[in-house]
Each structure stands twice: as structure tokens, then as C-alpha cells.
């Protein structure tokens, strides 16, 4: 492959994730080169980032992919040799909250130490990249709303706590070594592509298929929790404007809006003119051991930085992701809203 003069080379983990994979449909937009880290699988799981791929002997090709996992340092090095990538994204995690508390450890490895290994890769290979940390309003925890970059952390699961390690991590790189390394702390952000067993497209899809007649009952865990809840494509845009800035800091990146389980669920339903009473039920094998009642973010220093500000509320989001979960299933056919947010 031949680069072009002047083309930026990105290297981002978990590309195959929902994040990953607006992040590199937004990056490709810019006329980055973009070198994606999979994991080796028996299956394909690159379906989220199909539609971006092109054969690389084509000239025209700018999305790459290597196989990596964050848990192989010499692997992570030997790659940012190789690609010296302008920036680096590092989105890759075991993400699933409740599965944390079953597996403490590898949320540990992985979300935790899949951090340090690759700021080591950047400091013993001297690449001179910016580093983006997808840190997590899960961080804050048990600390009452609102939460922003000074509120103190307060972790209530495994994986929070790795987050809230790889955090620290970041920014003892960033003091100790002048690595030019950020924490995007991003409250929760949905879309289409979100994985089934989050709780959002866990709704969305069950109300689809009930609509269709394909489900009798949604079970759930905790309706009271309350939660920020943002759309996907909007908040890579955020990512990516961090590291343009010409000094490296932290920012909360949040719709500020305070909504709960219970709300998403109505709109969800009321969407497709369902009471949603009739059709979920609680099943305690959901509820998480030690639970965060309420995160609310205030992305008012991003806003100041640089002019990021959240436009899809929740009411809008479950419209989008209904809409998505019904055109999946035979015999519906919808227009999905089209929303091009990174347009900066």
C-alpha cells in the first residue's frame, strides 16, 4: 500500500465494537489510514466494520487489520513499530458490567492492564503517537450526580475498577513521560450497533420482536437505576477532537440529560404503541451485586474546549434503535433516522 503525503495513520483497538467501528467510519471520512486490532476467532465478528473493508491490494484501501490481543505485549510493540501510527485509540475492553463480577480477572488483564501494555509499547518504541483512553463513567460510581472531570471516583464493579486503573494509568504516563495521552470519560452511549446484551439494545430488540409477535416477555434487572444515555456516532466525534487539542487533558463527555431504566423502556414501547407494563418483568440474575443508581455527566469543559455538544436525547436514541431492531425482522420496513453528527 502506498501512503499519501500527509495521510495520519490511526491505530485503534476494538474496532470491531460499536465504538471502534464509527470511530473508523469517522477517521476513514478524514482520509486517515486506519489499522484496526482484531482478535483471531473461529468465527468472523467483523461484521460492524464490513461495510468499511476493502481488499488491501487495492490502491484505494485505507482500513487495515492485524491480528492482536491487548494481553500480548511484545505483539502490541512489534505493531507500533511497524505502523508508527499518528494516534492511537484504545477502545478495546471486556465492557459488559454485570459479566465483570463473573470474571473479575480477565476484566482485569484486559480492560486494566490492556492499557499499560500499550502505553508501554508507545514509550519503549519512542512513536511519538497521541493516545486516547476510553475511560468510563462507570469510574464514578457510587458519587452523587452530576459527575465531571474533578468529581471523585467511586468504582462498584471489577470492571470499573480496572477503568478507574487505567485511568490513572494515562495520566502517570502523560506527567511521567510527556506522552500525549487523554481519558475520554464517556457516559453511556447507544446505537443500533450495540451489542444484544446491553441493556438498551436489549430493549430495543425485544420490543421488536415482540411487535412482530416473535417474544412473549422481556426480563430485566434493576428499573430504577438512572443513567445519561448518548448517541454512539455523536460521542466518537468527541474522541477524536481530544486529540487534536494542542494540550493533553481529561474530559466527561455526556448529554447531561437523567433518565431511567424504566424511561427507556417506555419510549421504547411507546414507540411502537405497546404498553410496556404488560411485557417486562424483573429477574433478579440481572441485578449486579453492588449497583450505581445514578450517573449524570457535565461535558461543559468539552463544550468550552472544543464546541462538542451532545444533539440525540434518549427519547429520540430508542426511536432510532426501535426502528433499526424492527427493519431487521422480516415483513417491517421503516426509515431510519439518518443522523450524520461528525461533521465538525
Partial sequence: MTESVGTKRAMVTG????????????????GYEVHGLIRRASTFNTERIDHLYRDPHEPSARLILHYAD??????????MTSIAPHEVYHLAAQSHVRVSFD???????????????LLEAIRQTQ????????????MFGATPPPQGEDTPFYPRSPYAVAKVYAYWAARNYREAYGLFAVNGMLFNH?????????VTRKITTAVARI?????????????????DWGYA????????????????????VATGTDYSVEDFVRFAFEHVGLEWQKYVKTDERYLRPTEVDSLVGDASKAFRDFGWKATVRPEQLARIMVDHDLKELDGYVVDVPVVEPWVA
Fill in 15 to 30: 474496532i470491531t465494537g460499536q465504538d471502534g467501528s464509527y470511530l473508523a467510519e469517522l477517521l476513514l471520512s478524514k
Fill in 70 to 79: 491487548v494481553s500480548d505485549a511484545s505483539r502490541l510493540s512489534s505493531l
Fill in 103 to 117: 470474571e473479575p480477572e480477565y476484566t482485569g488483564d484486559t480492560t486494566g492492564l490492556g492499557t499499560i501494555r
Fill in 127 to 138: 512513536v511519538p503517537a497521541r493516545f486516547y483512553q476510553a475511560s468510563s463513567s462507570e
Fill in 190 to 198: 447507544e446505537s443500533p450497533r450495540r451489542g444484544k446484551t446491553f
Fill in 211 to 227: 411487535k412482530a409477535g416473535l417474544q412473549k416477555d422481556l426480563y430485566l434487572g434493576n428499573l430504577d437505576a438512572r443513567r
Fill in 233 to 252: 456516532p455523536e460521542y466518537v466525534v468527541a474522541m477524536w477532537q481530544m486529540l487534536q487539542e494542542d494540550v493533553p487533558t481529561d474530559y466527561v
